[in-house]
């Protein structure tokens, strides 16, 4: 009995004192958390995720003043929190979708999809002091470290492309959003971060509501047009009304036109560009790849800046065309090879669209047991090598065979000169020229945008009649790539 009350004092004794050790105290949360990565360890974590979110989206580069107006904002919001002294980065993407999001370590990112739906720098500022809370609160670091097991697991991705730096990121990007979705009492907690770094940089707080309220016509919008962000930071309307509450002000905050923000983003790039990659039919064009090919009809087609996915309805087979590291075609096809786990057939030299290439086929088992069945090409293509894969079930590989070789064939620098010379559409920005409703706006003011789109875009009700003077963005339809760039509110 003696030795067992004296284990439970001892018990009792260090246990508090383990806990100490074993957890240290958030200085910007207060609470006790368990030892995470030391903050050299958390930066080089950030940077390493750092290096592979520029790898699949680039940043916008195409307005400086743009670039800089985050910047400057995030300094001011990083210099009052308890993190001051992490390396911080504020990132703009070149992303269509309404995004932003933050890695361990101080890198955050803001698309220009979501630039385009804020009227002010203030609510740049929430945007920015909410993902900056979830750096200080370190609510990233135990979920990206879960994204390594994420990333083993994208199955015939890896295959294709066994370090995941071209077509494999759409998968690893899918996993990676479901793995850093935050809790709730996470949200709230950068939230209410928020609203502290807001005040401290000087900036109004009330735009933290405004931002959620954004966020909740989109949701309830809905399709295309719901915020990737939703994916990771759940149901804003709740958090419109428990923000509004916090800071005693009504949750239905108007919008508050900032013409230096709205300057500043005018031109800014709105939707998808083109530049990237658009089908004409079945024909893909990618102007800054500089080359186009033939899709199968009636497959499901995924790109970005650099590459083109291409799945079959079943999607059990897939085609894809992506630039290697490699500038040698022998390089890049034992590079693919490498893989023991596939067995190289049939190889075959020539030339398509012009171009020298090497294609091999191949056989593998995949993870399931199902035999698959692919072949690979390399091509020569402005000073690089271009890959080209297609993979799908042996049993019906043989009926797809003459489809896939089509699109192979079709490969070639872009033919006719002006399907490159596009561009995307770009944000307006209009002082009305009188009263109006956002239907005489659309109808108008000559641009793509209905008065749907107007509303959600300017977060305005879509019945409501604005003053003369009012600065309204709205889109303007795409042009040349060396079209005028608007860069002040224009009057009709």
């Known amino acids: 009995m003696a030795v067992r009350r004296a284990g439970r004092r001892l018990r009792s004794t260090l246990l508090p004192t383990l806990l100490l050790i074993a957890c240290s105290r958030n200085p910007a949360t207060g609470r006790l958390q368990f030892a995470l990565p030391s903050d050299a360890e958390e930066i080089e974590l950030g940077r390493s995720a750092d290096a592979e979110v520029h790898a699949s989206m680039p940043s916008y580069d195409e307005q400086p003043a743009v670039t800089a107006l985050v910047a400057e904002v995030g300094a001011r919001l990083s210099e009052h929190s308890e993190r001051a002294g992490l390396p911080w980065r504020y990132t703009v993407l070149d992303e269509p979708a309404v995004n932003a999001f933050a890695l361990p370590g101080g890198f955050v990112y803001v698309t220009r999809g979501l630039l385009a739906h804020l009227e002010s720098t203030d609510e740049l500022a929430a945007v920015l002091a909410h993902e900056t809370g979830h750096v ?38 899918t996993a990676g959003l479901a793995l850093l979705a935050y809790s709730r009492e996470d949200e709230h907690e950068a939230d209410d971060l928020a609203i502290r770094y807001v005040d401290a940089a000087g900036f109004r707080r009330d735009a933290l509501v405004r931002v959620f309220a954004v966020l909740t016509a989109l949701a309830q919008r809905g399709g295309d047009q719901t915020p990737q962000w939703l994916s990771t930071h759940p149901d804003p309307a709740e958090r419109q009304q428990r923000t509004a509450a916090a800071i005693h002000i009504d949750p ?28 004409l039919e079945n024909l893909f064009v990618h102007p800054r790849g500089g080359f186009e090919l033939e899709l199968p009809a009636g497959w499901k087609v995924l790109h970005d800046r650099e590459q083109v996915l291409a799945v079959s309805p079943d999607e059990h087979a897939l085609f894809m065309t992506m630039p290697t590291k490699h500038r040698d075609r022998e390089a890049a096809l034992g590079d693919f090879f490498r893989d023991s786990s596939m067995t190289g057939g049939q190889r075959i030299e020539g030339r398509v669209g012009g171009l020298p290439f090497t294609s091999q086929s191949f056989a593998m088992v995949g993870d399931d047991g199902v035999k698959l069945m692919g072949l690979v090409a390399f091509v020569d293509h402005s000073g690089r090598v271009m890959a080209m894969v297609a993979i799908g079930p042996e049993q019906d590989w043989g009926a797809r065979a003459d489809l896939l070789a089509r699109s192979f064939a079709s490969f070639s620098p872009i033919r006719e000169p002006a399907r490159a010379a596009v561009g995307p559409a770009r944000v307006e920005v209009v002082a009305l020229p009188r009263a109006m409703t956002l239907d005489d706006a659309a109808r108008e003011l000559g641009g793509i945008t209905s008065a749907d789109g107007l509303a959600l875009l300017n977060g305005v009700q879509a019945g409501v009649a604005l003053p003369s003077g009012y600065l309204l963005k709205q889109v303007r339809a795409p042009g040349p790539t060396q079209g005028p760039v608007n860069t002040k509110p224009t009057t009709p």
């Open 136 to 173: 200080t609160a370190r609510h990233g670091v135990v979920q990206l470290r879960k994204q390594a097991t994420a990333r083993r697991s994208v199955g015939i991705f890896r295959v294709i492309d066994p370090n995941l730096q071209h077509i494999g990121g759409f998968a690893a990007r």
């Open 252 to 279: 239905a905050v108007p919008p508050t036109p900032e013409p230096a923000y709205l300057q500043t983003i005018a031109g800014l790039a709105f939707g998808e560009d083109p530049r990237d990659g658009y089908l």
